[in-house]
């Protein structure tokens, strides 16, 4: 099974040396997005809600570069710097899917690049 690296400039540059994804068969494998505005590479800051969407509408965009949408991921892992953000989180997050909504784990981490209080990462079918 061969793999392919997945670019998108509508989605944040890695900041280290990771692609945004890999296609793998059917499958897209999407490292973890944080709430990196894609045209200036700066953090989005504010609250909880508003990284939360930052953050879901990169993976929407590596997606789409993939060949996949967010109604094919069957798995994803959100990691909160603080679960006191995990109703707020879950909302946003929930928003997002129109139909069967993946499986998924979240954690609590002690820190997170450029100190951002969400990172969601996930996999997807190719459809």
Known sequence: MEKHEVKTKKAPEPVGPYSQAVIAG????????IALDPASGQL????????TVCVMNNLKEVLKSAGSSLDNVVK???????????ISVN????????QIPPSRATVQVACLPKNAHVEIDCIALIT
């Not at 059917?26 to 997005?33: D, I, R, T, Y």
């Not at 994803?76 to 995990?86: A, C, H, K, R, S």
């Open 91 to 98: 909302k946003v997050y929930g928003s997002f899917f129109s």
């Open 44 to 51: 989005i800051t504010g609250n909880i809600e508003e990284e």
């Open 76 to 86: 994803t892992t959100i990691y909160l710097q603080n679960m006191d953000d995990f």
């Open 26 to 33: 059917q499958f897209v494998f999407c490292s973890g997005q």
